[in-house]
């Protein structure tokens, strides 16, 4: 089982991440995607959706029209984790800049 992140690892997320959001009202992470179209977002959901395969690590996520929205977190854990840093980098890697 993943081990949440550490009080340090928590303070670094704004430069390590500076795209995602921390959620207010849970232990998460958000960020936010708007694409020319629905085919673009959902050609880029594609990609996360083989991300996550391989990191056996899913998001929640919301699809409309041409918005994404991709929320992290690990359940297991009751909160963030480092794969939640892993994912949310190799997301980064492969969206445009939004």
């Given at each position: 089982?993943?081990a949440p992140?550490?009080?340090?690892q928590r303070?670094?997320?704004?430069?390590?991440?500076p795209?995602?959001?921390?959620?207010?009202d849970?232990?998460a992470?958000?960020?936010r995607?708007k694409?020319?179209?629905?085919?673009?977002?959902?050609a880029?959901?594609?990609?996360?959706?083989?991300l996550?395969?391989q990191?056996?690590?899913?998001?929640?996520w919301?699809n409309?029209?041409n918005?994404?929205?991709?929320?992290?977190?690990t359940?297991?854990?009751?909160?963030?984790s480092?794969?939640?840093?892993k994912?949310a980098?190799?997301?980064?890697?492969v969206?445009p800049?939004?």
């Open positions: 089982m993943p992140l550490t009080d340090a303070a670094q997320l704004a430069d390590l991440l795209a995602w959001t921390r959620l207010p849970r232990d992470i958000q960020r995607f694409f020319a179209d629905f085919s673009a977002a959902w880029f959901m594609s990609r996360v959706a083989l996550a395969e990191q056996d690590h899913h998001p929640e919301e409309v029209y918005r994404v929205v991709i929320t992290l977190t359940h297991d854990t009751g909160g963030l480092d794969r939640d840093l994912l980098t190799a997301i980064d890697r969206s800049a939004t």
